[in-house]
Nanobody, 115 residues
Framework: QVQFVESGGGLVQAGGSLRLSCAAS????????IGWYRRAPGNQRELVVS???????TYADSVKGRFTISKDNTKNTWYLQMNSLKPEDTAVYYC?????????WGQGTQVTVSS
């Protein structure tokens, strides 16, 4: 099993920035790719960005050019730098494997962007 702990969310004005962190523990050697997912109120959880073990990244069109995913292999930690935030980015953000591997979801971290 792999456990995920997200942190770094908060309240920010539109146009602002936040940096999220995802710490993974357990059988992290099983991880091939990690993604940041988000769930906005009333919406389903969606994958917004992912990074493979080799460093290849994939971004949803809605965040391309504004969000950047990175990783620190020495710490089993992944980061999501979010710039030029918009109110529609408001959601609970989670990290997990890509594709999903039936690992439990962490508690997520709330990001709220005010207009």
């Amino acid at each position: 099993q792999v456990q995920f702990v997200e942190s770094g969310g908060g309240l920010v004005q539109a146009g602002g920035s936040l940096r999220l962190s995802c710490a993974a523990s357990g059988n992290t050697f099983r991880l091939n790719a990690i993604g940041w997912y988000r769930r906005a109120p009333g919406n389903q959880r969606e994958l917004v960005v992912s990074i493979s073990s080799g460093g290849s990244t994939t971004y949803a069109d809605s965040v391309k050019g504004r969000f950047t995913i990175s990783k620190d292999n020495t710490k089993n930690t992944w980061y999501l730098q979010m710039n030029s935030l918009k109110p529609e980015d408001t959601a609970v953000y989670y990290c997990n494997a890509v594709p999903l591997q039936n690992y439990a979801w962490g508690q997520g971290t709330q990001v709220t962007v005010s207009s």
